[in-house]
């Protein structure tokens, strides 16, 4: 049984950093594609970051430069560190995984509860 739990959003003003965690259990191999995405009120899922078995990374334009997604394999926990954050990061992160999928869209088969990050 899959689980993503994240954690590490809250408040935080204009300009100031959060790290997010993401603990996966129930996979059975490390080779797992994992993404953060978020949704802002009335707005639809955006792809945030994505990193692959091989810790290649990508990132949206919009974040690129201020986040850095990386993932400890030992601990089986993803993490995405935020600076110079903007009151437009304001949304609910989510944490996704998958065997074989490893874009931008939301293809991901596991996602988390998610995790409210905002900025004032």
């Known amino acids: 049984h899959v689980q993503l739990v994240e954690s590490g959003g809250g408040a935080v003003q204009a300009g100031g950093s959060l790290n997010l965690s993401c603990l996966a259990s129930g996979f059975t191999r490390s080779s797992v594609c994992m993404a953060w995405f978020r949704q802002a009120p009335g707005k639809e899922l955006e792809g945030v970051a994505v990193?692959?078995?091989?810790?290649?990374?990508t990132y949206a334009e919009s974040v690129s430069g201020r986040f850095t997604i990386s993932r400890d394999n030992d601990k089986n926990t993803l993490f995405l560190e935020m600076n110079s954050l903007k009151p437009e990061d304001t949304a609910m992160y989510y944490c996704a995984a998958d065997l074989g999928y490893c874009g931008m869209d939301m293809f991901y088969s596991y996602r988390g509860q998610g995790t409210q990050v905002t900025v004032s």
């Open positions: 990193i692959v078995s091989d810790d290649r990374t």
